[in-house]
């Protein structure tokens, strides 16, 4: 698709299990952002990719939280010994960056929800 | 469009009403700034975006005005419909900044009543 695809949609999972999110930006885009949201609040940062650089990782909680991408491709965020407050919808978004960030492009999101 | 407390804060306004949706950014040096709109289950999209050597953007049915002075942006929607209900969020780019240069807003709640 054209778009940014995430999975997936939806992820219940125990407490202390580990999960495995993905995210496919849009061919071509070099930066591409993890940002957690928890039900009625608001966008908060986790990782930034762009391009070859090293991630910006200021906004991951704990070191329970990693991401990786190859290059300027598919990403997954991991989350190690998930607990409920981890409970939240995943958002990615990818952008096409130039002197501005532009439009960033957001995924539906990876529900996931910790028992 | 200010955080109080967890939870949004939310603009209620009559349908076909005018509604205006306001953030303050937190530094002076930001160059361009976004607003978003997120629908119930879905993904934030983008709605316009300034440049900070403008003070105003007109789209469709929407304008955001920027006020670099007291760092403020607001989000004008002329003529709001039922299908406005959403979160808006404003976002600010900060070149050499941490958060991809990107930070985000709280976000507004806005809900049309028919």
């Known amino acids: 698709g054209a778009g940014v695809s995430q999975s997936p949609s939806n992820k219940v999972t125990e407490k202390g299990k580990d999960v495995e999110l993905r995210c496919d930006p849009i061919?071509?885009?070099?930066?591409l952002y993890w940002y957690r949201q928890r039900l009625g609040q608001g966008l908060e940062f986790l990782i930034y990719f762009q391009g070859n650089s090293a991630p910006d990782k200021s906004g991951l909680p704990s070191d329970r939280f990693s991401a990786e991408r190859t290059g300027e491709s598919v990403s997954t965020l991991t989350i190690q010994r998930t607990q409920q407050e981890d409970s939240a919808v995943y958002l990615c978004?990818?952008?096409?960056?130039?002197?501005?960030?532009?439009?960033?492009?957001f995924g539906e999101g990876s529900r996931l929800t910790v028992l | 469009g200010e955080s109080v407390g967890l939870h949004l804060p939310t603009l209620s306004v009559q349908e076909g009403d005018n509604s205006i949706i306001n953030c303050a950014y937190s530094n002076s040096a930001s160059d361009y700034f976004i607003w978003y709109k997120q629908e119930s289950g879905k993904g934030p999209q983008f709605i316009i975006d300034i440049r900070s050597n403008m003070d105003k953007r007109q789209g469709q049915r929407v304008t955001v005005l920027l006020n670099k002075t007291v760092k403020h942006l607001s989000l004008q929607i002329a003529a709001t419909q039922p299908g406005d209900s959403a979160v808006y969020f404003c976002?600010?780019?900060?070149?050499?900044?941490?958060?991809?240069?990107?930070?985000f807003g709280k976000g507004t709640k806005l809900s049309v009543k028919p």
């Open positions: 976002a600010e780019n900060l070149r050499g900044g941490s958060q991809g240069n990107l930070i």
């Open positions: 061919s071509g885009h070099t930066a």
């Open positions: 978004a990818s952008s096409s960056r130039g002197y501005f960030p532009g439009e960033l492009f």
